[in-house]
């Protein structure tokens, strides 16, 4: 994967990476900053937080197909000191409020100001 692709990915985010990003992309998690579709290692990686190593992957449905490849990938990125978490698109666009409470809690934080 090159650094190109990561270009084009973030030219053409998901609608729910959209979503996530527009709130992840003002440090409104407690002032983390966050990057998207960045290159560690070989892989890019959707979401992540380099201070607190933390990783979100927001996940379509050709991910059921590639479990083997998404596992070795994780455990390739957990190696390196990240922690990486998973979430369906669908969570994202429907369940949006339980997931920003599950990236508060990755980060250590209690709550997102009002």
Excluded at 41 to 63: A, P, W
Excluded at 95 to 103: G, L, N, R
Aim: charged fraction near 30%.
């Amino acid at each position: 994967m090159s650094r190109t692709f990561a270009r084009k990915l973030r030219r053409d985010m998901t609608e729910a990476e959209q979503r996530l990003w527009s709130f992840l992309r003002r440090r409104q998690f407690g002032g983390h900053r966050f990057r998207r579709q960045q290159m560690l290692g070989r892989y890019i990686v959707d979401l992540f937080c380099l201070k607190r190593r933390l990783i979100i992957e927001v996940d379509g449905s050709h991910h059921g197909e590639q479990a083997v490849p998404d596992a070795t990938r994780t455990a390739w990125l957990e190696s390196q000191g990240f922690r990486v978490i998973r979430f369906w698109n669908t969570q994202v666009l429907f369940e949006t409020e339980a997931v920003f409470e599950e990236i508060c809690c990755a980060l250590g934080i209690d709550a997102l100001p009002s």
